[in-house]
């Protein structure tokens, strides 16, 4: 049973376009929700945590669906430097935070 | 801003031998962690660390593996007699809560010949 899965992409989008990955996850109780940015052969950052009401740290925003089971990220306004792959990540206090596969992001110019 | 550190960077090692990957969690944080990523593939859970004692493994954190804590800053993961598929990135994480963010050293790469 895959845990929590991503579309592993590649979205390939252009400079200024809005794009927006989608993540589900089979545990229910699961009560903690990230986003992680993975650069190539780099270890994952932690882009944000999604709250119950959603939160927005400038060009992201992230949702979380609990009835659906699924968390969003939608990103604004693509620079280059927004490609890389994007980890979704979720844990209930029972279990190790576990990722998905990672959406792959290319920007172009 | 604290930070997560990892050594080696890059070990290359033959089958049978032992490895001991390093890290120094963040100071404050009370939960360790180690994963690992074979290339291509999906951030794996290995072990968690609380309170000087296993909290959970993985199934791949067989009876090769180890992890220690011996002093107040270092956290070890061994593997005791490595095989080709333990060629991975090896990362150590550590959060301040059970159920709060992990931040992520910058990986130790293990290649195992």
């Known amino acids: 049973r895959k845990e929590v899965e991503q579309d592993p992409g590649p979205f390939n989008v252009p400079e200024g376009a809005t794009v927006a990955f989608n993540c589900t996850y089979s545990n229910s109780a699961s009560q903690s929700f990230f986003w992680y940015r993975q650069d190539c052969r780099k270890e994952p950052k932690l882009l944000m945590s999604?709250?119950?009401s959603g939160n927005e740290d400038g060009r992201f925003t992230a949702q979380l669906n609990r009835a659906s089971q699924y968390i969003s990220l939608l990103i604004r306004d693509s620079k280059l430097s927004d490609s890389a792959t994007y980890l979704c990540a979720a844990h209930s206090g029972n279990t190790p935070l576990v990722f998905g596969k990672g959406t792959r992001l290319s920007v172009i110019a | 801003e604290p930070e997560v550190t990892q050594t080696p960077s890059h070990q290359v090692t033959q089958m049978g031998q032992e490895v001991i990957l390093r890290c120094v969690p963040i100071?404050?944080?009370?939960?360790f962690y180690w994963y690992r990523q074979i290339l291509g593939q999906k951030v794996e859970f290995l072990v968690s660390f609380y309170n000087n004692e296993i909290s959970e493994k993985s199934e791949i954190f067989d009876d090769q593996f180890s992890v220690e804590r011996p002093d107040g800053s270092n956290f070890t993961l061994k593997i005791r007699s490595t095989k080709l598929e333990d060629s991975a990135m090896y990362f150590c994480a550590s959060s301040i809560d059970r159920v709060r963010e992990l931040f992520f050293g910058e990986g130790s790469r293990l290649t195992v010949l």
């Open positions: 100071s404050n944080h009370l939960y």
């Open positions: 999604v709250y119950s």
